[in-house]
T-cell receptor, first 112, second 112 residues
């Protein structure tokens, strides 16, 4: 079946602009995660959605970052007023509760 | 603070040999430990999960051990092949957390 889909695969934006990154999880997966991966770095947790519960936003690095999950399915990660340090690969993953994560191939964000 | 350590130096081995990768952690009481494989430009792919009360898990040519006293997991690939070349990430999850924390990964290069 279809895996986790992320779009766009690449995004180049100018410093100060807002960007939206989209994630289509695997159908039926109740959990959805956003991580980011900078060059040579590990995966940094950003935000976690589980069903209808309030999301765990403890990993968001600043109030410029926000995320939504509509209808328990598609999620959008928004970065406002982008900075150069926001350049990274943004990875989305979904899972059933207490199960391993299924990752998309990420959105590579470059802020110039 | 919580820390996960994986060898940052690439592991180079000859085809047919056993590759052994290490994941050490401090200030953690993980309920689960997972291993993922990541190829360039792709998201991580789940390989194996081991629980805190399990010592060893096997899947085909893969074997994972988990020593909660040493705070260490070893990941073995027997009869390695060039196609096994990738970055391998370990991820720890505390009981009730549902949010895996990832190490930086170790690059494995299998030479023909």
């Amino acid at each position: 079946g279809a895996g986790v889909s992320q779009s766009p695969s690449n995004k180049v934006t100018e410093k100060g602009k807002d960007v939206e990154l989209r994630c289509d999880p695997i159908s039926g997966h109740t959990a959805l995660y956003w991580y980011r991966q900078s060059l040579g770095q590990g995966l940094e947790f950003l935000i976690y959605f589980q069903g209808n519960s309030a999301p765990d936003k403890s990993g968001l690095p600043s109030d410029r970052f926000s995320a939504e999950r509509t209808g328990g399915s598609v999620s959008t990660l928004t970065i406002q007023r982008t900075q150069q340090e926001d350049s990274a690969v943004y990875l989305c993953a979904s899972s059933l509760r207490d199960s391993p994560l299924h990752f998309g191939n990420g959105t590579r964000l470059t802020v110039t | 603070s919580q820390k996960i350590e994986q060898n940052s130096e690439a592991l180079n081995i000859q085809e047919g040999k056993t590759a052994t990768l290490t994941c050490n952690y401090t200030n953690y009481s993980p309920a689960y430990l997972q291993w993922y494989r990541q190829d360039p430009g792709r998201g991580p792919v789940f390989l194996l999960l081991i629980r805190e009360n399990e010592k060893e898990k096997r899947k085909e040519r893969l074997k994972v051990t988990f020593d909660t006293t040493l705070k260490q997991s070893l990941f073995h690939i027997t009869a390695s092949q060039p196609a096994d070349s990738a970055t391998y990430l370990c991820a720890l999850e505390s009981g009730g957390s549902y949010i895996p924390t990832f190490g930086r990964g170790t690059s494995l290069i299998v030479h023909p």
